[in-house]
Protein backbone atom coordinates (compact mmCIF):
# COMPACT_ATOMS: atom_id res chain seq x y z
CA UNK A 1 0.00 0.00 0.00
CA UNK A 2 1.08 3.51 -0.48
CA UNK A 3 2.14 6.37 1.76
CA UNK A 4 -1.41 8.59 1.74
CA UNK A 5 -0.14 11.97 0.68
CA UNK A 6 -1.23 14.82 2.65
CA UNK A 7 -3.35 17.45 0.54
CA UNK A 8 -3.22 21.03 1.52
CA UNK A 9 -4.01 23.30 -1.58
CA UNK A 10 -7.60 23.47 -0.59
CA UNK A 11 -9.03 20.43 -3.21
CA UNK A 12 -10.43 18.59 -0.22
CA UNK A 13 -14.10 19.36 -0.92
CA UNK A 14 -13.28 18.93 -4.36
CA UNK A 15 -12.18 15.39 -4.46
CA UNK A 16 -15.61 14.59 -1.65
CA UNK A 17 -17.76 15.98 -4.39
CA UNK A 18 -15.77 13.93 -7.36
CA UNK A 19 -16.23 10.68 -5.26
CA UNK A 20 -19.62 11.56 -4.39
CA UNK A 21 -20.84 11.44 -7.97
CA UNK A 22 -18.59 8.41 -8.16
CA UNK A 23 -20.33 6.39 -5.26
CA UNK A 24 -23.71 7.96 -6.89
CA UNK A 25 -23.34 6.48 -10.47
CA UNK A 26 -22.71 3.08 -8.83
CA UNK A 27 -25.70 3.04 -6.70
CA UNK A 28 -28.06 4.40 -9.44
CA UNK A 29 -26.72 1.62 -11.61
CA UNK A 30 -26.99 -1.04 -8.93
CA UNK A 31 -30.49 0.61 -8.22
CA UNK A 32 -32.17 -0.11 -11.89
CA UNK A 33 -31.03 -3.66 -11.83
CA UNK A 34 -33.66 -5.67 -10.01
CA UNK A 35 -34.21 -9.34 -8.61
CA UNK A 36 -35.86 -11.45 -11.28
CA UNK A 37 -40.12 -11.23 -10.02
CA UNK A 38 -40.94 -14.03 -12.43
CA UNK A 39 -41.23 -11.45 -15.64
CA UNK A 40 -38.41 -9.58 -15.89
CA UNK A 41 -34.98 -8.60 -13.98
CA UNK A 42 -31.71 -10.84 -12.59
CA UNK A 43 -30.19 -13.65 -10.69
CA UNK A 44 -27.66 -11.60 -9.59
CA UNK A 45 -26.45 -8.02 -8.73
CA UNK A 46 -23.29 -6.64 -9.30
CA UNK A 47 -20.45 -5.69 -6.68
CA UNK A 48 -18.32 -2.72 -6.89
CA UNK A 49 -15.39 -2.02 -4.72
CA UNK A 50 -12.92 0.60 -4.53
CA UNK A 51 -9.04 -0.47 -5.55
CA UNK A 52 -7.03 0.74 -2.86
CA UNK A 53 -3.81 -0.91 -3.84
CA UNK A 54 -2.96 2.57 -5.88
CA UNK A 55 -3.05 6.15 -5.19
CA UNK A 56 -3.77 8.73 -7.68
CA UNK A 57 -3.99 12.20 -7.30
CA UNK A 58 -5.09 14.42 -10.34
CA UNK A 59 -7.29 17.56 -12.14
CA UNK A 60 -10.70 17.01 -11.55
CA UNK A 61 -11.85 17.72 -14.79
CA UNK A 62 -10.10 15.39 -17.43
CA UNK A 63 -9.36 17.09 -21.00
CA UNK A 64 -6.56 15.83 -22.56
CA UNK A 65 -4.46 12.79 -22.42
CA UNK A 66 -2.11 14.81 -20.95
CA UNK A 67 -4.60 14.96 -17.53
CA UNK A 68 -4.55 11.08 -17.89
CA UNK A 69 -0.95 10.63 -18.00
CA UNK A 70 -0.73 13.03 -14.82
CA UNK A 71 -3.47 11.31 -13.50
CA UNK A 72 -2.03 8.02 -13.74
CA UNK A 73 1.82 8.82 -12.92
CA UNK A 74 1.52 6.10 -9.68
CA UNK A 75 1.83 3.74 -12.40
CA UNK A 76 5.49 4.57 -13.61
CA UNK A 77 7.16 2.96 -10.32
CA UNK A 78 5.19 -0.27 -11.00
CA UNK A 79 7.41 -3.45 -11.94
CA UNK A 80 4.21 -5.86 -13.62
CA UNK A 81 2.13 -4.01 -16.02
CA UNK A 82 -1.17 -2.56 -15.15
CA UNK A 83 -4.36 -1.79 -16.95
CA UNK A 84 -7.04 0.66 -16.28
CA UNK A 85 -10.07 2.43 -17.87
CA UNK A 86 -10.65 6.33 -17.31
CA UNK A 87 -14.15 6.84 -17.97
CA UNK A 88 -14.87 10.46 -18.76
CA UNK A 89 -18.10 11.71 -18.93
CA UNK A 90 -19.88 15.38 -20.16
CA UNK A 91 -19.03 17.18 -17.54
CA UNK A 92 -15.25 15.63 -17.52
CA UNK A 93 -15.70 14.02 -14.63
CA UNK A 94 -13.44 11.10 -14.23
CA UNK A 95 -14.34 7.53 -13.40
CA UNK A 96 -10.79 5.09 -12.82
CA UNK A 97 -11.57 1.80 -13.44
CA UNK A 98 -9.25 -1.00 -12.53
CA UNK A 99 -9.43 -3.54 -15.39
CA UNK A 100 -6.59 -6.17 -15.10
CA UNK A 101 -2.81 -6.54 -13.95
CA UNK A 102 -0.91 -8.60 -15.74
CA UNK A 103 3.27 -9.74 -16.02
CA UNK A 104 6.10 -7.91 -16.72
CA UNK A 105 5.25 -8.07 -20.58
CA UNK A 106 1.42 -7.84 -20.84
CA UNK A 107 -1.47 -7.53 -19.41
CA UNK A 108 -5.57 -8.14 -20.64
CA UNK A 109 -7.73 -5.75 -21.03
CA UNK A 110 -11.16 -7.44 -21.64
CA UNK A 111 -13.69 -4.88 -23.48
CA UNK A 112 -16.81 -6.47 -21.81
CA UNK A 113 -15.43 -5.31 -17.98
CA UNK A 114 -14.87 -1.68 -19.38
CA UNK A 115 -18.47 -1.57 -20.98
CA UNK A 116 -19.18 -2.24 -17.18
CA UNK A 117 -17.82 0.73 -16.14
CA UNK A 118 -19.54 2.54 -19.37
CA UNK A 119 -22.72 1.57 -18.04
CA UNK A 120 -22.10 2.68 -15.05
CA UNK A 121 -20.69 6.28 -15.64
CA UNK A 122 -21.85 6.82 -19.16
CA UNK A 123 -18.68 8.20 -20.66
CA UNK A 124 -18.13 10.22 -24.10
CA UNK A 125 -14.67 9.20 -23.70
CA UNK A 126 -12.73 6.22 -22.36
CA UNK A 127 -8.89 6.71 -22.19
CA UNK A 128 -7.30 3.05 -21.78
CA UNK A 129 -4.17 3.44 -20.03
CA UNK A 130 -1.15 0.78 -19.06
CA UNK A 131 2.22 0.66 -18.35
CA UNK A 132 5.35 -0.69 -19.71
CA UNK A 133 7.64 -1.96 -17.28
CA UNK A 134 10.21 -2.36 -20.04
CA UNK A 135 10.75 1.04 -20.35
CA UNK A 136 9.82 1.36 -23.57
CA UNK A 137 7.22 3.70 -25.07
CA UNK A 138 6.76 1.85 -28.47
CA UNK A 139 3.11 0.31 -28.88
CA UNK A 140 3.26 -3.92 -28.89
CA UNK A 141 1.54 -5.46 -31.97
CA UNK A 142 -0.96 -6.70 -29.16
CA UNK A 143 -1.20 -2.65 -28.17
CA UNK A 144 -2.16 -1.54 -31.75
CA UNK A 145 -4.37 -4.43 -32.45
CA UNK A 146 -6.48 -4.32 -28.96
CA UNK A 147 -6.63 -0.34 -29.28
CA UNK A 148 -7.91 -0.61 -33.23
CA UNK A 149 -10.97 -3.10 -31.80
CA UNK A 150 -11.88 -1.06 -28.42
CA UNK A 151 -11.94 2.13 -31.06
CA UNK A 152 -14.50 -0.05 -33.28
CA UNK A 153 -16.44 -1.63 -30.51
CA UNK A 154 -17.13 1.53 -28.12
CA UNK A 155 -17.37 3.74 -31.50
CA UNK A 156 -20.20 1.85 -32.62
CA UNK A 157 -22.24 3.16 -29.48
CA UNK A 158 -20.93 6.59 -29.70
CA UNK A 159 -17.96 6.68 -27.32
CA UNK A 160 -14.80 7.74 -28.51
CA UNK A 161 -11.68 5.99 -27.40
CA UNK A 162 -7.70 6.64 -26.50
CA UNK A 163 -4.88 4.25 -25.53
CA UNK A 164 -1.67 5.40 -23.54
CA UNK A 165 1.31 3.42 -22.90
CA UNK A 166 3.07 4.86 -19.57
CA UNK A 167 6.65 4.66 -19.34
CA UNK A 168 8.45 3.81 -16.34
CA UNK A 169 10.49 6.30 -14.36
CA UNK A 170 10.98 8.69 -17.37
CA UNK A 171 7.52 11.05 -17.49
CA UNK A 172 6.75 10.33 -20.96
CA UNK A 173 3.78 8.81 -21.83
CA UNK A 174 2.59 8.04 -25.92
CA UNK A 175 -0.89 7.98 -27.14
CA UNK A 176 -0.74 5.26 -29.78
CA UNK A 177 -1.55 5.81 -33.29
CA UNK A 178 -3.45 2.79 -35.15
CA UNK A 179 -3.38 4.60 -37.94
CA UNK A 180 0.73 5.31 -38.43
CA UNK A 181 3.54 3.42 -37.32
CA UNK A 182 4.98 4.41 -34.34
CA UNK A 183 7.79 7.18 -33.90
CA UNK A 184 8.82 9.67 -31.13
CA UNK A 185 6.41 12.03 -32.45
CA UNK A 186 4.07 9.89 -30.70
CA UNK A 187 5.36 10.23 -26.95
CA UNK A 188 5.16 13.24 -24.71
CA UNK A 189 6.63 14.82 -21.37
CA UNK A 190 3.89 14.25 -19.00
CA UNK A 191 3.50 17.27 -16.80
CA UNK A 192 5.38 17.27 -13.58
CA UNK A 193 3.28 19.19 -11.48
CA UNK A 194 -0.42 20.03 -10.98
CA UNK A 195 -1.10 22.56 -7.97
CA UNK A 196 -4.84 22.09 -8.49
CA UNK A 197 -4.50 17.73 -8.13
CA UNK A 198 -7.01 16.01 -5.93
CA UNK A 199 -6.71 12.27 -4.45
CA UNK A 200 -8.76 10.01 -6.51
CA UNK A 201 -9.37 6.37 -6.20
CA UNK A 202 -10.23 3.43 -8.36
CA UNK A 203 -13.27 0.73 -8.84
CA UNK A 204 -13.29 -2.63 -9.44
CA UNK A 205 -16.11 -5.00 -11.06
CA UNK A 206 -15.18 -7.72 -8.73
CA UNK A 207 -17.90 -9.70 -7.18
CA UNK A 208 -21.78 -11.03 -7.23
CA UNK A 209 -24.76 -10.78 -4.50
CA UNK A 210 -26.35 -13.97 -5.74
CA UNK A 211 -30.25 -13.78 -5.74
CA UNK A 212 -31.39 -16.53 -6.83
CA UNK A 213 -30.37 -20.18 -9.06
CA UNK A 214 -30.31 -19.24 -12.80
CA UNK A 215 -33.66 -19.33 -14.93
CA UNK A 216 -31.99 -22.34 -16.75
CA UNK A 217 -29.42 -23.78 -18.75
CA UNK A 218 -29.71 -23.40 -22.84
CA UNK A 219 -28.20 -26.46 -25.19
CA UNK A 220 -30.26 -25.43 -28.11
CA UNK A 221 -33.10 -23.37 -29.39
CA UNK A 222 -35.83 -25.54 -28.09
CA UNK A 223 -34.63 -24.88 -24.44
CA UNK A 224 -34.83 -21.21 -25.30
CA UNK A 225 -38.09 -21.54 -26.55
CA UNK A 226 -38.87 -23.29 -23.81
CA UNK A 227 -37.64 -20.40 -20.87
CA UNK A 228 -39.47 -18.16 -22.92
CA UNK A 229 -42.82 -20.30 -22.44
CA UNK A 230 -41.93 -21.42 -19.36
CA UNK A 231 -42.10 -18.21 -17.27
CA UNK A 232 -44.68 -16.44 -20.14
CA UNK A 233 -42.36 -13.96 -21.11
CA UNK A 234 -44.02 -11.21 -23.41
CA UNK A 235 -42.02 -9.39 -25.61
CA UNK A 236 -44.60 -7.76 -27.11
CA UNK A 237 -44.48 -5.10 -28.50
CA UNK A 238 -40.81 -5.07 -26.85
CA UNK A 239 -37.68 -7.40 -27.55
CA UNK A 240 -36.91 -10.00 -24.88
CA UNK A 241 -32.78 -10.03 -23.99
CA UNK A 242 -32.10 -13.65 -21.60
CA UNK A 243 -28.51 -12.95 -20.50
CA UNK A 244 -26.31 -16.10 -20.24
CA UNK A 245 -23.02 -17.06 -18.50
CA UNK A 246 -20.33 -19.14 -20.45
CA UNK A 247 -22.33 -22.38 -18.55
CA UNK A 248 -25.30 -20.69 -20.88
CA UNK A 249 -27.02 -20.40 -17.65
CA UNK A 250 -29.87 -17.62 -18.29
CA UNK A 251 -28.89 -14.81 -15.84
CA UNK A 252 -32.37 -12.86 -16.22
CA UNK A 253 -35.22 -11.61 -18.07
CA UNK A 254 -34.94 -7.98 -20.07
CA UNK A 255 -37.18 -5.78 -22.16
CA UNK A 256 -36.57 -3.52 -24.41
CA UNK A 257 -38.06 -1.53 -26.73
CA UNK A 258 -35.59 -2.55 -29.54
CA UNK A 259 -32.97 -3.91 -30.50
CA UNK A 260 -29.85 -1.73 -29.53
CA UNK A 261 -26.31 -2.87 -29.19
CA UNK A 262 -25.60 -0.43 -26.72
CA UNK A 263 -28.54 -1.18 -24.16
CA UNK A 264 -28.09 -4.90 -24.69
CA UNK A 265 -24.40 -4.94 -23.87
CA UNK A 266 -25.40 -2.59 -21.01
CA UNK A 267 -27.62 -5.62 -19.70
CA UNK A 268 -24.94 -8.47 -20.41
CA UNK A 269 -21.47 -6.54 -19.50
CA UNK A 270 -23.25 -5.38 -16.17
CA UNK A 271 -24.49 -8.84 -14.70
CA UNK A 272 -21.96 -10.95 -12.96
CA UNK A 273 -20.70 -13.72 -15.31
CA UNK A 274 -23.04 -12.21 -18.03
CA UNK A 275 -21.23 -13.16 -21.23
CA UNK A 276 -23.21 -14.34 -24.18
CA UNK A 277 -27.27 -13.25 -24.67
CA UNK A 278 -29.84 -14.68 -26.37
CA UNK A 279 -32.90 -12.37 -28.09
CA UNK A 280 -36.50 -13.06 -28.86
CA UNK A 281 -39.70 -10.90 -29.86
CA UNK A 282 -42.37 -11.51 -32.01
CA UNK A 283 -40.68 -9.63 -35.12
CA UNK A 284 -38.72 -10.70 -38.03
CA UNK A 285 -35.29 -8.70 -37.79
CA UNK A 286 -32.98 -8.20 -40.91
CA UNK A 287 -30.28 -6.72 -39.08
CA UNK A 288 -29.78 -9.39 -36.51
CA UNK A 289 -26.36 -10.27 -38.27
CA UNK A 290 -24.49 -6.70 -37.97
CA UNK A 291 -26.45 -6.57 -34.25
CA UNK A 292 -24.18 -9.94 -33.55
CA UNK A 293 -21.04 -8.86 -35.16
CA UNK A 294 -20.88 -5.02 -32.79
CA UNK A 295 -21.76 -7.06 -30.25
CA UNK A 296 -18.88 -9.87 -30.35
CA UNK A 297 -16.67 -6.64 -30.63
CA UNK A 298 -17.67 -5.68 -27.52
CA UNK A 299 -16.58 -9.70 -26.14
CA UNK A 300 -20.15 -10.35 -25.99
CA UNK A 301 -21.46 -13.51 -27.80
CA UNK A 302 -25.26 -13.37 -29.48
CA UNK A 303 -26.32 -17.12 -30.00
CA UNK A 304 -29.69 -16.47 -31.09
CA UNK A 305 -32.68 -14.17 -31.87
CA UNK A 306 -35.89 -16.72 -31.83
CA UNK A 307 -38.86 -15.12 -33.04
CA UNK A 308 -42.16 -16.56 -31.65
CA UNK A 309 -45.55 -16.05 -33.14
CA UNK A 310 -47.82 -14.66 -30.87
CA UNK A 311 -51.07 -16.63 -31.91
CA UNK A 312 -50.10 -19.68 -31.01
CA UNK A 313 -50.93 -21.36 -27.54
CA UNK A 314 -47.87 -22.89 -27.43
CA UNK A 315 -44.73 -20.90 -28.23
CA UNK A 316 -42.55 -24.29 -28.39
CA UNK A 317 -44.75 -25.50 -31.25
CA UNK A 318 -43.99 -22.25 -33.34
CA UNK A 319 -40.69 -20.43 -32.86
CA UNK A 320 -38.16 -19.38 -36.33
CA UNK A 321 -34.34 -19.63 -34.64
CA UNK A 322 -32.05 -17.53 -36.81
CA UNK A 323 -28.70 -19.62 -35.40
CA UNK A 324 -31.16 -22.56 -36.51
CA UNK A 325 -31.47 -21.25 -39.83
CA UNK A 326 -28.24 -19.99 -40.54
CA UNK A 327 -28.81 -16.53 -40.40
CA UNK A 328 -26.35 -15.96 -38.07
CA UNK A 329 -23.01 -17.57 -38.98
CA UNK A 330 -20.85 -19.55 -36.69
CA UNK A 331 -22.81 -22.56 -35.98
CA UNK A 332 -19.96 -24.65 -34.47
CA UNK A 333 -19.92 -21.78 -31.90
CA UNK A 334 -23.56 -21.49 -30.92
CA UNK A 335 -24.71 -22.72 -28.12
CA UNK A 336 -20.96 -24.26 -27.09
CA UNK A 337 -20.88 -26.85 -29.74
CA UNK A 338 -17.84 -27.40 -31.18
CA UNK A 339 -17.71 -31.43 -33.12
CA UNK A 340 -20.19 -32.05 -36.16
CA UNK A 341 -21.88 -34.83 -33.86
CA UNK A 342 -22.54 -32.23 -31.07
CA UNK A 343 -24.20 -30.43 -34.41
CA UNK A 344 -26.03 -32.82 -35.45
CA UNK A 345 -27.45 -33.98 -32.40
CA UNK A 346 -28.58 -30.59 -31.58
CA UNK A 347 -30.06 -30.61 -35.29
CA UNK A 348 -31.98 -33.43 -34.51
CA UNK A 349 -33.49 -32.27 -31.22
CA UNK A 350 -34.64 -28.95 -33.11
CA UNK A 351 -37.63 -30.46 -35.53
CA UNK A 352 -40.90 -28.22 -34.32
CA UNK A 353 -39.94 -25.34 -35.71
CA UNK A 354 -42.30 -22.56 -37.40
Known sequence: MEKERKYTNGFEEVAKELEAKQDQAIYRSHNKLKQFDGKEGSTALPIWSKYEHIKFDGSAKIHSAEDVAFLMKSLENKNIEHAFAIHVNKD????????????????????????????????????????????????????????????????????????????????????????????????????????????????????????????????????????????????????GVLPTNLQLEVLGNFLLDDVNVKDIAEIVSRLPSGKNVILYGNQANENISSIQEELKSLRIELLDYIQIDSNSPSIVEAYKSYADEGILRELQEKYGTSTLSETNELNESKTLKR
Do not use: C, W
Request: without cysteine; charged residues 20%; glycine residues 6%.
Open 92 to 239: KDPFIQFVGMGGKGSVLFDTDIIMAGAEIFKPEKIYMVHNHPTGSLKPSEADLQLTKAAKHAFGNIGIDVEHIILNTYKNYFTVIDIDNRYNPSHSHLRPLENNNAVPMKAFLFDGAQVLMEPLGKIKNSRNAAEIIQQYRFSALPKI
